[in-house]
Protein backbone atom coordinates (compact mmCIF):
# COMPACT_ATOMS: atom_id res chain seq x y z
CA UNK A 1 0.00 0.00 0.00
CA UNK A 2 1.14 3.46 -0.76
CA UNK A 3 1.75 6.01 2.15
CA UNK A 4 2.53 9.77 2.25
CA UNK A 5 1.52 9.88 -1.06
CA UNK A 6 0.38 13.67 -2.46
CA UNK A 7 -1.32 14.73 -5.20
CA UNK A 8 -4.57 14.74 -6.83
CA UNK A 9 -7.01 11.59 -6.06
CA UNK A 10 -9.39 9.98 -8.35
CA UNK A 11 -12.54 12.12 -7.51
CA UNK A 12 -10.32 15.15 -8.53
CA UNK A 13 -10.13 14.62 -11.86
CA UNK A 14 -12.20 14.66 -14.65
CA UNK A 15 -13.03 13.75 -18.12
CA UNK A 16 -10.84 16.77 -20.54
CA UNK A 17 -8.79 18.10 -17.93
CA UNK A 18 -5.41 19.08 -19.38
CA UNK A 19 -2.05 19.82 -18.27
CA UNK A 20 1.42 20.80 -19.73
CA UNK A 21 4.80 20.13 -18.15
CA UNK A 22 7.76 21.49 -17.84
CA UNK A 23 10.86 21.05 -20.67
CA UNK A 24 13.26 18.79 -21.05
CA UNK A 25 16.33 19.34 -23.45
CA UNK A 26 17.75 15.65 -24.90
CA UNK A 27 21.01 15.22 -25.35
CA UNK A 28 23.58 13.02 -26.96
CA UNK A 29 24.87 12.21 -23.45
CA UNK A 30 21.24 11.49 -22.53
CA UNK A 31 20.90 8.83 -25.06
CA UNK A 32 24.59 6.92 -24.51
CA UNK A 33 23.50 6.45 -20.94
CA UNK A 34 20.11 4.94 -21.59
CA UNK A 35 22.12 2.59 -24.26
CA UNK A 36 24.09 2.01 -21.34
CA UNK A 37 21.06 1.50 -18.89
CA UNK A 38 19.45 -1.11 -21.65
CA UNK A 39 21.90 -2.19 -23.69
CA UNK A 40 20.71 -1.06 -27.03
CA UNK A 41 24.02 0.11 -28.86
CA UNK A 42 22.55 0.29 -32.00
CA UNK A 43 24.60 2.80 -33.88
CA UNK A 44 21.74 4.68 -35.00
CA UNK A 45 21.57 5.91 -31.38
CA UNK A 46 25.46 6.18 -30.90
CA UNK A 47 27.41 6.16 -34.28
CA UNK A 48 27.31 9.77 -35.71
CA UNK A 49 29.30 8.60 -38.79
CA UNK A 50 26.60 5.77 -38.85
CA UNK A 51 23.86 7.81 -38.67
CA UNK A 52 24.77 10.03 -40.92
CA UNK A 53 24.39 7.41 -43.54
CA UNK A 54 20.76 6.44 -42.35
CA UNK A 55 17.22 7.92 -42.67
CA UNK A 56 17.54 10.46 -40.65
CA UNK A 57 20.99 11.79 -41.40
CA UNK A 58 22.18 12.46 -37.79
CA UNK A 59 22.04 10.16 -34.71
CA UNK A 60 18.73 9.50 -32.94
CA UNK A 61 16.94 9.33 -29.33
CA UNK A 62 15.90 5.48 -28.72
CA UNK A 63 12.01 5.18 -29.00
CA UNK A 64 11.67 3.70 -25.58
CA UNK A 65 14.12 6.89 -23.97
CA UNK A 66 11.63 9.60 -25.40
CA UNK A 67 8.71 7.48 -23.83
CA UNK A 68 10.25 7.75 -20.56
CA UNK A 69 11.14 11.04 -20.56
CA UNK A 70 7.11 11.82 -21.20
CA UNK A 71 6.61 9.31 -18.40
CA UNK A 72 8.54 11.10 -16.23
CA UNK A 73 7.47 14.70 -17.27
CA UNK A 74 4.20 13.67 -17.22
CA UNK A 75 4.49 12.05 -13.58
CA UNK A 76 4.19 16.15 -11.95
CA UNK A 77 1.88 17.64 -14.74
CA UNK A 78 -0.57 16.67 -12.74
CA UNK A 79 0.69 15.58 -9.52
CA UNK A 80 -1.53 12.39 -8.77
CA UNK A 81 -1.83 9.57 -6.11
CA UNK A 82 -1.05 6.94 -8.79
CA UNK A 83 -0.64 3.91 -7.52
CA UNK A 84 0.46 1.66 -10.83
CA UNK A 85 0.65 2.22 -14.12
CA UNK A 86 -1.53 -0.58 -16.05
CA UNK A 87 -1.68 -0.51 -19.61
CA UNK A 88 -0.14 1.32 -22.72
CA UNK A 89 -2.49 1.39 -25.51
CA UNK A 90 -2.11 2.81 -28.90
CA UNK A 91 1.56 4.06 -28.79
CA UNK A 92 2.50 5.97 -31.98
CA UNK A 93 6.57 7.13 -32.45
CA UNK A 94 5.43 9.84 -35.09
CA UNK A 95 8.58 11.86 -35.42
CA UNK A 96 12.28 11.28 -34.22
CA UNK A 97 13.94 12.43 -31.32
CA UNK A 98 17.41 14.34 -32.09
CA UNK A 99 20.12 15.21 -29.81
CA UNK A 100 19.39 18.86 -28.68
CA UNK A 101 15.58 18.58 -29.17
CA UNK A 102 13.38 20.16 -26.00
CA UNK A 103 10.55 19.02 -25.77
CA UNK A 104 7.43 18.35 -23.37
CA UNK A 105 4.51 16.71 -22.15
CA UNK A 106 0.72 17.27 -22.96
CA UNK A 107 -1.46 15.21 -20.94
CA UNK A 108 -5.31 15.10 -21.27
CA UNK A 109 -7.83 13.07 -18.43
CA UNK A 110 -9.79 10.80 -21.93
CA UNK A 111 -11.57 8.00 -19.18
CA UNK A 112 -12.24 7.27 -15.90
CA UNK A 113 -13.72 3.97 -14.48
CA UNK A 114 -14.34 2.70 -11.08
CA UNK A 115 -11.43 0.16 -9.72
CA UNK A 116 -12.23 -1.39 -7.03
CA UNK A 117 -12.78 0.46 -3.69
CA UNK A 118 -9.55 2.05 -2.95
CA UNK A 119 -8.60 3.24 -6.68
CA UNK A 120 -10.03 4.61 -9.98
CA UNK A 121 -8.77 3.60 -13.20
CA UNK A 122 -7.72 7.22 -15.37
CA UNK A 123 -7.06 6.60 -19.19
CA UNK A 124 -4.36 9.89 -20.30
CA UNK A 125 -3.89 10.40 -23.82
CA UNK A 126 -0.32 12.06 -23.78
CA UNK A 127 1.75 13.26 -26.19
CA UNK A 128 5.29 14.20 -26.47
CA UNK A 129 5.98 17.74 -28.58
CA UNK A 130 9.20 18.97 -29.60
CA UNK A 131 10.44 22.71 -29.71
CA UNK A 132 8.95 22.95 -33.17
CA UNK A 133 5.65 22.20 -32.22
CA UNK A 134 5.82 18.88 -33.39
CA UNK A 135 3.86 15.83 -31.86
CA UNK A 136 7.06 12.84 -31.60
CA UNK A 137 5.35 10.41 -29.71
CA UNK A 138 1.74 9.90 -28.91
CA UNK A 139 -0.81 7.11 -26.91
CA UNK A 140 -2.60 6.24 -23.95
CA UNK A 141 -1.35 5.61 -20.69
CA UNK A 142 -3.74 3.79 -18.08
CA UNK A 143 -3.07 3.86 -14.34
CA UNK A 144 -4.67 3.33 -11.12
CA UNK A 145 -5.23 6.46 -8.99
CA UNK A 146 -5.64 6.24 -5.24
CA UNK A 147 -9.71 7.63 -4.12
CA UNK A 148 -9.54 10.34 -1.25
CA UNK A 149 -11.79 8.09 0.59
CA UNK A 150 -12.07 4.38 -0.24
CA UNK A 151 -15.50 3.06 -1.03
CA UNK A 152 -17.81 1.07 1.28
CA UNK A 153 -18.58 -1.20 -1.50
CA UNK A 154 -16.81 -2.39 -4.32
CA UNK A 155 -18.08 -1.62 -7.61
CA UNK A 156 -19.80 -3.53 -9.79
CA UNK A 157 -17.65 -4.48 -12.91
CA UNK A 158 -19.48 -3.97 -16.13
CA UNK A 159 -17.96 -5.95 -18.37
CA UNK A 160 -18.68 -9.90 -19.04
CA UNK A 161 -15.49 -11.44 -17.59
CA UNK A 162 -15.44 -9.69 -14.46
CA UNK A 163 -19.74 -9.89 -13.85
CA UNK A 164 -18.84 -14.09 -14.16
CA UNK A 165 -15.99 -13.95 -12.28
CA UNK A 166 -17.66 -11.77 -9.60
CA UNK A 167 -20.61 -14.11 -10.06
CA UNK A 168 -18.82 -17.32 -9.26
CA UNK A 169 -17.01 -15.34 -6.33
CA UNK A 170 -20.70 -14.28 -4.81
CA UNK A 171 -22.06 -18.03 -5.34
CA UNK A 172 -18.84 -19.02 -3.28
CA UNK A 173 -19.55 -16.58 -0.28
CA UNK A 174 -23.26 -17.80 -0.25
CA UNK A 175 -22.32 -21.59 0.18
CA UNK A 176 -19.62 -21.02 2.57
CA UNK A 177 -22.14 -18.92 4.63
CA UNK A 178 -24.91 -21.26 4.35
CA UNK A 179 -22.69 -23.94 5.21
CA UNK A 180 -21.50 -21.90 8.31
CA UNK A 181 -24.86 -20.76 9.25
CA UNK A 182 -25.92 -25.00 9.26
CA UNK A 183 -23.37 -26.08 11.53
Given amino acids: MITNAS ?14 SQTRTILQSDIQQFAHLTG ?3 PLH ?8 GPFGQTVAHGMLGMSILAGLSSTSPLVRTAALIDVQNW ?8 GDTVFALTEVVSLKAHGRRHGQVSWYR ?23 PLTTRPVRADAAHRVVDAHISADLLATDAQVSGS
Fill in 92 to 99: NFCKPIFP
Fill in 127 to 149: QLINQKGEKVQEGTLVTLVIRST
Fill in 40 to 42: DHD
Fill in 46 to 53: LDEEFASR
Fill in 7 to 20: GLSFEELHVGDRWQ
